[in-house]
């Protein structure tokens, strides 16, 4: 069992950046990939970044890419989302959980999701 809860967001300009942390309990926080969704008002949940369990890979949605790095750190058992370049459009809530399986960018193969950290944009 792994108990995820993100922290870092807030209110940011366009332009600007943000760093999100999502912490994890357990102690087999680092045998999960990891994966950064978000969720706007009345949208599905979107695909924002995937990490492998050692680092060693990560992927990003097409809305975010070149934007936005995905990181851990397992000796602190916390994944970060740097962003960077923010956009109005990025505003959203966003979550972290720990991937199962299957496809990385749909959510349904992950498990253990956090509560959410809302991330405002302004323009």
């Known amino acids: 069992q792994v108990r995820l809860v993100e922290s870092g967001g807030g209110l940011v300009q366009a332009g600007g950046s943000l760093r999100l942390s999502c912490a994890a309990s357990g102690r087999t926080f680092s045998r999960y990939p990891m994966g950064w969704f978000r969720q706007a008002p009345g949208k599905e949940r979107e695909f924002v970044a995937h990490i492998s369990w050692n680092g060693g890979t990560t992927s990003y949605g097409d809305s975010v890419k070149d934007r936005f790095t995905v990181s851990r750190d397992n000796a602190k058992n916390t994944v970060y989302l740097q962003m960077n370049s923010v956009k109005p459009e990025d505003t959203a809530v966003y979550f972290c959980?720990?991937?199962?399986?299957?496809?990385?960018?749909?959510?349904?193969?992950?498990?253990?999701w956090g509560q959410g950290t809302q991330v405002t944009v302004s323009s």
């Open positions: 959980a720990a991937y199962m399986g299957g496809i990385v960018t749909e959510a349904r193969g992950y498990m253990y």
